[in-house]
């Protein structure tokens, strides 16, 4: 059964994958979108099978009999205590829940051959080890008449209430995860409404959760077409732990808005993903991300920031090309203020002839384009000359020297038209010679080095003054990239 598409009353979700992520500010209403969805096809149960949990998650991991009297007496009372943002007991529940969760893996076991037949699984191999891979000072063990917590340090039993609420979330949320997939229906739709499961877990916690998710599709890809997971989350680190799954889409949800629509995670976020997925050294360091057209620019600016030691704060994101490059312009716009307050991210073009025609910026990302036909031209500017230990009438000298040394070159007619060029070639393409430029003035260094040490060493004095290399890359993206943070 394959659904395109989930509504509620008021709620819209369009272009379903296994797993849908769904973006958006604090107050954009992302949790009264799901319950929406929840309510709506809930009254569906003859074509949907749903779930909800709720972003509030209170309680303790540890089975309550009063807890499973209210389940056992109305069916209803799960999926009432939960359709609200702060769910009391609901730890409990869960515990209920993975209890159940063994009893449906051993009878799945029982009646399927294949997974019988394999030593290697049982349930403490495919469903316990899952749950502890988001554990690091303790582990859930089957003791003898329930599950029980056990220190890693020296193997002591702890109680449920005295795990912290970090490990004793994760428990909960991955005992949520493998019942509804020990569960699925595969004559209904099965859909498992996830809000803000990344609440109260650290960020290496967020994404081994959205490793957990994958596996378990995995493990269910039979089903895969009766099954949508949609999570609405903040989430940088688990965001980009989905970043590579073929199952995942991605849709921003705005204040007052109620369609989202959905697509799927493509190259833009497996590129930025690297950036994002770092947020807490990124908030420390105050790092943009800085979009760039090749890997030689990446390589630049990269180098830039390392010469700089750390007064250049960009995340160098390599493109590949001019249309990924509007790509990720466009995906980063729709997902940067979802993620952070006040957020900044830089894209630099290369000149390619373009001669006084400014990218219009598409907050919030800053878009700029080179002053030069690419970054290698940048090699032939004073600033880097003085890094190989030279003039431009040095370099001149030396190119006339090289040429006559050389007439058999097949690069010696560019090198000849460089040298006796007045403006250095500033809008032509020279990329067949940048590095032969450094062999003619004897320079040892890849000219992405030699650039990449100019640039580091660019002083705030230099937009003022007369600096070729500032002229070069474009005085509004030296003063807005390089000096950002300058007092």
Known sequence: ??????????????????????????????????????????QSNHLFSVRYVSPERAGTFKRDGNVLTAMSNDPSWLRQTRAVNQANNFKAASAMLFREAETLYLRRLASTPEIRMDRTRNFETDRLSKVNQLLTNISLEMGNADFEFRSLADGQTISPDAISSGESEAVALASEILYFFDTIDPTKFNVLLLDEPDVHLHPDLQARLGKLIIAMLDEFNNHADSIAICLSTHSSPLVCSLADSQYVSIGTKNFAVDTVELKPTSAELRKIAPFFGHPLSLSLSEDAALILEGEDDE??????????????????????????????ESFCVDLLGTLYDNPIAFSLRDGDGVIDQPLQHRPPIRRYRLQCYAIENVLLSDPCLAVMGTTWEG????????????????????????????DRLRHKKIKKIRQLVCAVLGCKKPWEVVVGQAIGALMNEDIANSNMLVFFLGAEMVSDIIFRNAE
């Open 1 to 42: 059964m394959n659904v395109n598409e989930l509504k509620g009353q008021t709620a819209h979700l369009i272009n379903l994958n296994n797993i849908n992520l769904i973006m958006g500010r604090n107050g954009a209403g992302k949790s009264r979108f799901l319950r929406d969805i929840e309510a709506m096809i809930s």
């Open 299 to 328: 390589r630049v600016w990269q180098q830039a920031a390392r010469t700089s030691q750390g007064r250049i704060k960009v995340f160098p994101v390599l493109a590949g090309s001019v249309d990924q490059q509007g790509e990720l």
């Open 395 to 422: 370099f001149i000298a030396a190119a006339t020297k090289w040429v006559e040394e050389n007439p058999e070159h097949p690069d010696k007619i560019s090198i000849h038209e460089l040298a006796g060029s007045d």
